[in-house]
């Protein structure tokens, strides 16, 4: 199967304006998450989608391709569908601009997920081992059924632990396989109460039916959600790789 990656990338984020472009080890954002998914075995293309000239002239400055997009768009997933749309590829690999600490291998199991025909989507997971990210919201969390499709994502720590029990929480890694034609169907679809409630665009998915396969990694990331993470990647990247 022929696989493509689309990072999106906007400009106008409301908790950190120009996130795509802020530096980190004196690279662009961006520019660190692109490197890292071309080196995915399983990738054909990589691209990335923005509404904003400034990242545009960014990306292509350092060699990669861009590809203009409406500003209109309320998801990262509406973006990459707009790109999606004039593409000959089996599965489109949705990377978020804002995890700089990705790694091909990343993607490479994203996609191997598909290789189960049940699965419409794929996802990854990662043990959480401090006490702050299980409160943080900016964290997304997710619990998964006995054969590894996801039951539901939340901001909140989930599952609640009613009594005193050894329990283990996983948080969702920002990257999403979909089958081409799974993807262009979704965003079709109006938005579900718990996605708006959530501003969670893969309970969608769930919504309408559409299993969503996961598979843990031990890759450490951080996403940047904020100015102040900035400091902790850089952090961890100067420390561990």
């Known amino acids: 199967m022929t696989s493509i990656a689309i990072i999106p990338a906007r ?5 950190f304006p120009g996130k795509p472009l802020a530096l980190i080890q004196g690279k662009p954002m961006i520019q660190h998450v692109y490197e890292a998914a071309s080196k995915a075995v399983s990738l054909s293309a990589v691209i990335v989608a923005t509404d904003d000239q400034r990242i545009r002239e960014v990306v ?5 391709v ?4 409406a500003t209109t768009h309320l998801s990262g997933s509406d973006r990459i569908a707009e790109v999606a749309q ?3 590829a089996d599965i489109i690999v949705n990377i978020q601009g804002d995890e700089p600490m990705l790694k091909a291998e990343m993607v490479d199991d994203c996609i191997s997920l598909l290789s189960d025909e049940r699965a419409a989507m794929s996802t990854l997971k990662k043990l959480i081992t ?3 990210e299980i409160l943080d919201t900016n964290v997304v969390k997710v619990v998964t059924d006995a054969e590894g499709f996801a039951l539901y994502f939340s901001r909140m720590s ?11 929480y996983f948080k969702h890694i920002g990257i999403y396989g979909y089958r081409r034609e799974v993807l262009l169907s979704l965003r079709q679809r109006p938005e579900c109460l718990a996605e708006k409630a959530e501003k969670l665009e893969q309970l969608r998915a769930l919504h309408y039916g559409y299993r969503i396969k996961v598979l843990e990694t031990t890759v450490h990331t951080h996403a ?3 100015p102040e993470d900035i400091g902790k990647v850089e952090q961890w990247l100067n420390t561990s790789f």
């Open 224 to 226: 940047v959600d904020t």
């Open 60 to 64: 292509e400055g350092f060699g990669a």
């Open 11 to 15: 400009y106008d984020s409301s908790r």
């Open 66 to 69: 861009a590809v203009m997009t």
């Open 130 to 132: 401090n006490q702050e």
């Open 158 to 168: 989930i599952p609640f632990c009613r009594d005193t029990l050894d329990i283990k």
């Open 86 to 88: 004039g593409l000959n």
